[in-house]
């Protein structure tokens, strides 16, 4: 059965600390996706990563792949209130012309003052 | 300016009266998504559009259809809503072979 998740569930952190959201998936994926949704909106797209070993940054996020451990990191540098949402992580598992996505359980992000 | 238009917004319904939600996109690509999204939990894909072709995931129940007229419209029909059909509906749109897959301001469906 192909499974995708996202620990932490729920984080909680102080604005200015940082931290990891950690995405294993079990299936092979050419492509991860990160998105970022607020409550009640759609989903924004973060990164698209497409090979192994991966890196790419925005601001305070940093997403990373590995293939090979099917892994996916999101990192936040010096987090700030802003940045509090849901982030999820997607694989495309299935290839070919379509981007079927198979999403991670979330992970709601609360930064404190 | 908008690229993946869904309409309406919020939507009321009754339990078993049909309801119909349309996604619009100026983009021009071929694959065209449904996503439902229920509270505190990822989206999932119900169906998705090739061109013409219509792909159904195994588990969407009977009660979930779609049409797509032509390449800027897709609708999703759901014939007789239960409460447990109350969700956010994603559409989304993909170029055949690209990497970018661009969501909707989604729908926020209530069943009464």
């Known amino acids: 059965e192909l499974k995708v998740e996202q620990n932490p569930l729920f984080l909680s952190m102080q604005e200015g600390k940082n931290y990891t959201i950690y995405c294993n998936y079990s299936t092979t994926s050419d492509r991860l996706y990160w998105y970022r949704q607020d409550p009640g909106k759609s989903l924004e797209s973060l990164f698209v990563l497409l090979s192994n070993g991966a890196v790419k940054q925005e601001g305070r996020l940093m997403a990373s792949l590995d293939t090979k451990a099917r892994l996916s990191t999101l990192h936040i540098t010096a987090a700030v209130h802003d940045l509090s949402a849901t982030y999820f992580c997607?694989?495309?598992?299935?290839?070919?012309?379509?981007?079927?996505?198979?999403f991670g359980t979330g992970t709601l992000l609360a930064v404190q003052p | 300016d908008a690229m993946v238009i869904q309409n309406p917004r919020y939507q009321v319904t009754q339990f078993g009266k049909p309801v119909t939600l349309s996604c619009s996109q100026t983009l021009n690509h071929n694959v065209m998504y449904w996503y439902q999204q229920k509270s505190s939990q990822a989206p999932k894909l119900l169906f998705h559009y090739y061109d013409k072709d219509f792909n159904n995931e195994a588990d969407t129940p009977d009660n979930f259809q779609s049409r797509r007229p032509n390449t800027s419209f897709c609708f999703l029909d759901i014939r007789s809503p239960g409460l447990g059909d109350a969700a956010m509906y994603l559409c989304?749109?993909?170029?055949?072979?690209?990497?970018?897959?661009?969501f909707g301001p989604g729908t926020r469906l209530t069943v009464t």
């Open positions: 997607a694989v495309a598992p299935y290839g070919g012309a379509t981007n079927k996505l198979i």
């Open positions: 989304a749109t993909s170029r055949a072979g690209g990497y970018e897959q661009y």
